[in-house]
Every structure is written in C-alpha cells, then in structure tokens.
Nanobody, 119 residues
C-alpha cells in the first residue's frame, strides 16, 4: 500500500510563490506517473501537472508558464513549484500516483494541502 504525505501549502499574496512536496512511502514508484490535482468546492478535481519521468511533463494550460513539476526518484518525492500565484489558484492540492489500467478513484491520493492566494 502506498501512502502519500503532502506539505508546503498555505496562504500567500497574489504574485507570490509556494512549493508543494509529496513524499510517497510503501513502494518504489520510479515507473509510475506522479502528479498534482486541485479541487475547489463545487467543482471536479482537475489536473494541474504530471510527470512521467525526468524531463517528460504535462501541464494544465493556465499554469503552464508559472508552475514547475519535478521529482526525485531516489526520495520517492514529487514537487510542485508555483510562482506568480493568482487568486484563482486557490484550491486544495492533491498529490497522486497513477496506477495504469485502474480507475482514477483507485489511484493513490494524498490527503490534500490547502493553497490560498489572496488578492
């Protein structure tokens, strides 16, 4: 069983930066896609960024030029550097480990960390 622990969320003013971290335990995940989703009340959880391996990444359009996802396979850790934050980035951010061939609801999810951007 994989457990994910996120950290780094908080309150920041618009234009500021935050760095989210997610440490995975319980398995070697170097061959798994890892990523970050976010969710606001009343809306579906949406993909923010994902990383297949070092250098192969994918971003949601609104964060593409502001956020950077990275991973350290030796530490089973994925990061999300968020710069030039906007109030619309306010959400609960979830770390995820993708399991191929398994419904999204059965992927490995973290508990979520709140990011609040004030205007």
């Amino acid at each position: 069983q994989v457990q994910l622990v996120e950290s780094g969320g908080g309150l920041v003013q618009a234009g500021g930066s935050l760095r989210l971290s997610c440490v995975a335990s319980g398995s070697n995940l170097r061959n798994n896609v890892m990523g970050w989703y976010r969710q606001v009340p009343g809306k579906e959880r949406e993909l923010v960024a994902r990383i297949v391996s070092v250098g192969i990444t994918d971003y949601e359009d609104s964060v593409r030029d502001r956020f950077t996802i990275s991973r350290d396979n030796a530490k089973n850790t994925v990061y999300l550097q968020m710069n030039s934050l906007k109030p619309e980035d306010t959400a609960v951010y979830y770390c995820v480990v993708v399991r191929d061939g398994v419904p999204r609801s059965l992927w490995y999810w973290g508990q979520g960390t709140q990011v609040t951007v004030s205007s």
